[in-house]
Every structure is written in C-alpha cells, then in structure tokens.
C-alpha cells in the first residue's frame, strides 16, 4: 500500500492491483476515494472494489465520490459484504451492492447528464438512500410533489429490485 501513495506515476501502475484486494468500510470509502482516486488523468482502472458494511458510530454514509467514481468507470464492479448487526447489514449491504452495480441504460445515463448532486445511506431503523438531484436539472415531479414518486420512475431507472427505501430530493 505504501508504493501506491508515493506518487502519481508509481500510483497509476499499481493502483488497480494493489487496491482490488482491500475491503474498505463504508464509513471510509468517501475518504478512500478521494485519496486513492482524485479527479486525475491516468487512474482510470479499477475493476473492483470491495465494500464492507459493518458496524460504527455513524449512521449516514456518503456515497457521492462512488457515484462519481461509477461515472468515470462504469465497468467498476461493487462486492458488499455485511458486517454487525446482521439482520440491518445484510439489507444495507444487499442494496448499496444492487445500487452500486445497477446498470441500466437510464441509470447511467442520469449519472453522465451530472444531474445528481449527493447521494446519501442512511440506516437509522431500516436503510434508506437519498437522491438528491441538482435544481436546475430535477425532474418536474420532484420539484412539484417529492413525497409522491412514481413506481414507474424506480423501474425506467433500473432501482425497482432494491431491498433499501429510495427517497429522490431537491438539493436547495
């Protein structure tokens, strides 16, 4: 680990072999991504990265840098493994893996237009995932009746098989 922080060109020849096999916490996978995959040119090879769901003091994750990332490297795969308590874990896990591997056309292509701006776990009683679009390119609905999404919306978009509750939002 030590050869992939000392500079960038050593960075980008070991980058993928060296971190395919680390399991990165949730509660440090924004931190994560920002150091060992800054918004540079030549580190562009990731083809997993294994995320683990375990117990801590914190209750919200962030998962914007992993939806930038997702961006930049679509063929990234996401392997989520649950941590302590089972029961909550094994359905954050589940989600945040089918929500980190969703591949749907729609999907994707929501996440090239830059029109999400945060995405956020949550897991008080049961896991939710926040969406929170950017204002000027939130679709009408949104804007108009947040509380009231369209069943359809989940399925155009690919999130229908998600165990986690989804709630979309307006960033102010």
């Keep these: 680990m030590g050869l992939s922080q000392t500079c960038t060109q050593i960075r980008s020849e070991f980058h993928a072999q060296c971190l395919s096999r680390v399991p990165v916490t949730i509660c440090y996978l924004d931190h ?44 990234t795969k996401f392997e989520v493994r649950a941590g302590y308590p089972r029961v909550l874990f094994d359905v954050l896990a589940s989600s945040v893996q089918l929500f980190l591997n969703n591949r749907h056309p729609s999907w994707l292509e929501l996440l090239r237009s830059d029109a999400i701006s945060s995405v956020r776990i949550h897991t008080y009683v049961r896991p939710e995932i926040k969406v929170m679009f950017k204002n000027n390119k939130a679709p009408l609905w949104i804007k108009s009746s947040p509380n009231s999404i369209p069943h359809a919306y989940f399925t155009s978009l690919g999130l229908n098989e998600i165990g986690a509750y989804i709630q979309f939002g307006v960033t102010p």
């Excluded at 919200?60 to 930038?68: A, F, H, S």
């Design 32 to 75: 994560f991504l920002l150091t060992f995959f800054p918004k540079a040119p030549g580190l562009n090879t990731l083809r997993l990265l294994l995320v683990d769901c375990g117990h801590d003091s914190s209750s919200i994750y962030n998962l914007t840098r992993v939806i930038e990332l997702k961006n930049r490297l679509p063929n």
